[in-house]
């Protein structure tokens, strides 16, 4: 007799991984998987009443030891409801955008806050983009026809900051942000990381500027504000200010111009 798979003579095996095979897209009310307490998704331990009313645990904490919808005294862990929020899984808000992940359904929201595609803006009035920071790049060279500035990182370089805003790309893709506003006192400019998350970037950057003639040099070294744009440019961001002599061209706003040194430094997670 040929040997055969243990589950392969089992009925319930084989009913098994039917279903594992067809048991892919179901359409549910989402909110039956929120605690009709506090109405955040249910994530395990859930908890029930003798009746099967559930309960979320920190609700289960809070509440006195007696139902919030029949008053019968005492809960129990509910297993079946737990398997069920474990197995649902739903699609990133921002599939849209690129992003494939099935994400379990109570994990979706911590999941968005950080997802890679989330979406960024563009801070000029001139274009309303909106997507991730891969069609940001994309957009930037089809539709403005710009050339992002590539930089290595911990290597310093020089280049024109102009007035406005230009983009910076990194070694591994990572965009950055360079601004410069003209005010009365000189060229105000800063630095961001684009990411659609705003959470503190893991960049560094030393700005410089410098004018032998003058015997003036200027330095300044900051941990980069990370941004999506959303809100334009963030009002908590470092300002770097080149006085108005060692600008080039403010006969008009739009062309003022400095030659800055740009170093820019990933910090180790
Ligand atoms: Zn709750
Ligand atoms: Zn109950
Ligand atoms: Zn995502
Ligand atoms: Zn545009």
Same mark, same amino acid.
């Given at each position: 007799?040929?040997?055969?798979?243990?589950?392969?003579?089992?009925?319930?095996?084989?009913?098994?991984?039917?279903?594992?095979?067809?048991?892919?897209?179901?359409?549910?009310?989402?909110?039956?998987?929120? !605690?009709?307490?506090?109405?955040?998704?249910? &994530?395990?331990?859930?908890?029930? !009443?003798?009746?099967?009313?559930?309960?979320?645990?920190?609700?289960?904490?809070?509440?006195?030891?007696?139902?919030?919808?029949?008053?019968?005294?005492?809960?129990?862990?509910?297993?079946?409801?737990?398997?069920?929020?474990? *197995?649902?899984?739903?699609?990133?808000?921002?599939?849209?955008?690129?992003?494939?992940?099935?994400?379990?359904?109570?994990?979706?929201?911590?999941?968005?806050?950080?997802?890679?595609?989330?979406?960024?803006?563009?801070?000029?009035?001139? !274009?309303?983009?909106?997507?991730?920071?891969?069609?940001?790049?994309?957009?930037?060279? *089809?539709?403005?026809?710009?050339?992002?500035? &590539?930089? *290595?990182?911990?290597?310093?370089?020089?280049? &024109?900051?102009?007035?406005?805003?230009?983009?910076?790309?990194?070694?591994?893709?990572?965009?950055?942000?360079?601004?410069?506003?003209?005010?009365?006192?000189?060229?105000?400019?800063?630095?961001?990381?684009?990411?659609?998350?705003?959470?503190?970037?893991?960049?560094?950057?030393?700005?410089?500027?410098?004018?032998?003639?003058?015997?003036?040099?200027?330095?300044?070294?900051?941990?980069?504000?990370?941004?999506?744009?959303?809100?334009?440019?963030?009002?908590?961001?470092?300002?770097?200010?080149?006085?108005?002599?060692?600008?080039?061209?403010?006969?008009?706003?739009?062309?003022?111009?400095?030659?800055?040194?740009?170093?820019?430094?990933?910090?180790?997670?």
């Amino acid at each position: 007799m040929a040997p055969q798979h243990p589950e392969e003579g089992e009925w319930g095996g084989v009913a098994k991984r039917r279903k594992a095979a067809t048991a892919t897209d179901v359409s549910m009310e989402l909110d039956i998987l929120d !605690c009709p307490v506090c109405y955040h998704p249910l &994530r395990p331990p859930i908890f029930q !009443c003798s009746v099967g009313h559930v309960a979320c645990s920190s609700c289960c904490a809070n509440l006195p030891d007696r139902c919030h919808s029949c008053s019968t005294t005492g809960y129990n862990r509910c297993y079946i409801m737990e398997h069920v929020v474990d *197995s649902t899984k739903v699609p990133c808000l921002y599939g849209n955008l690129g992003c494939t992940k099935k994400i379990t359904y109570y994990e979706k929201e911590d999941h968005e806050k950080v997802c890679p595609h989330g979406p960024c803006f563009w801070p000029e009035t001139d !274009c309303s983009f909106c997507g991730s920071t891969s069609m940001l790049h994309e957009h930037f060279a *089809s539709v403005h026809m710009w050339h992002c500035i &590539r930089l *290595s990182y911990n290597k310093a370089f020089r280049f &024109r900051v102009a007035q406005g805003s230009t983009v910076l790309e990194g070694e591994d893709g990572h965009l950055f942000l360079v601004n410069m506003v003209l005010e009365p006192v000189g060229g105000v400019i800063s630095l961001f990381s684009i990411q659609p998350n705003i959470t503190e970037s893991n960049f560094k950057c030393k700005l410089a500027v410098s004018c032998p003639e003058m015997s003036y040099s200027q330095v300044s070294q900051f941990q980069m504000r990370s941004t999506n744009l959303f809100d334009g440019l963030p009002k908590d961001r470092f300002l770097f200010v080149v006085p108005k002599v060692l600008l080039r061209d403010t006969s008009t706003n739009a062309t003022a111009s400095v030659s800055v040194s740009v170093s820019v430094t990933l910090i180790p997670p």
